[in-house]
T-cell receptor, first 111, second 115 residues
Framework: DAKTTQPTSMDCAEGRAANLPCNHS???????VYWYRQIHSQGPQYIIH???NNETNEMASLIITEDRKSSTLILPHATLRDTAVYYC????????????FGAGTQVVVTP | NAGVMQNPRHLVRRRGQEARLRCSPM?????VYWYRQLPEEGLKFMVY????????ESGMPKERFSAEFPKEGPSILRIQQVVRGDSAAYFC?????????????FGEGSRLTVL
């Protein structure tokens, strides 16, 4: 059972912000939202995570709606190296690490 | 500080043979997770181990698959009597503990091809 819904693909121009939506309408109160990405054939890479507050790190920003039913990952200045499949995952701490990776969003950054 | 090391990176086996995949977690990490990624699909959780203990193997096929994480040495994912459907990329990940930073560190994967 998929816990998150993401668009299949999206394109982004190099240098522009990429906004990746994720729907998680059945999220529980103790579940965090995690974002990982997988660059072709490589192992997944952690990006960011949050519970209910917006979060920012050197890679991205995570905006979580007040009702927590959806979130948006923002890559502020996309580069060609950001081309990857981006996965939005919800998981509680008691099942942390046992992530359900869905199909993700294939992001293609174009020059 | 070396990351999660997996070997072999590529492995070819004939049907009926055994495959052994090894994973050395990051230094200081005592939690290891194995995932499988079938062609054109997302990653699926297989098993979660701590040193000498299997914590959760709910994603592991009931037959032919086993995993261990001994006190000394790498974690091993063992597939006996491989079949073509076992062809996939197998990823290992490690962490220091549960939900410490939210970051699970993944290796580059072992790609198994069954002929």
């Amino acid at each position: 059972d998929a816990k998150t819904t993401q668009p299949t693909s999206m394109d982004c121009a190099e240098g522009r912000a990429a906004n990746l939506p994720c729907n998680h309408s059945t999220i529980s109160g103790n579940e965090y939202v995690y974002w990982y990405r997988q660059i072709h054939s490589q192992g997944p890479q952690y990006i960011i995570h949050g519970l209910k507050n917006n979060e920012t790190n050197e890679m991205a920003s995570l905006i979580i709606t007040e009702d927590r039913k959806s979130s948006t990952l923002i890559l502020p200045h996309a580069t060609l190296r950001d081309t990857a499949v981006y996965y939005c995952i919800v998981s509680a701490t008691d099942s942390w690490g046992k992530f359900q990776f869905g199909a993700g969003t294939q992001v293609v950054v174009t020059p | 500080n070396a990351g999660v090391m997996q070997n072999p990176r590529h492995l070819v086996r004939r049907r009926g043979q055994e495959a052994r995949l090894r994973c050395s977690p990051m230094k200081g990490h005592s939690h290891v997770y194995w995932y499988r990624q079938l062609p054109e699909e997302g990653l699926k959780f297989m098993v979660y181990l701590q040193k000498e203990n299997i914590i959760d193997e709910s994603g592991m096929p009931k037959e032919r698959f086993s995993a261990e994480f001994p006190k000394e040495g790498p974690s091993i994912l063992r597939i006996q009597q491989v079949v073509r459907g076992d062809s996939a990329a197998y990823f290992c990940a490690s962490s220091f503990g549960l939900a410490v930073t939210g970051e699970l560190f993944f290796g580059e994967g072992s790609r198994l091809t069954v002929l």
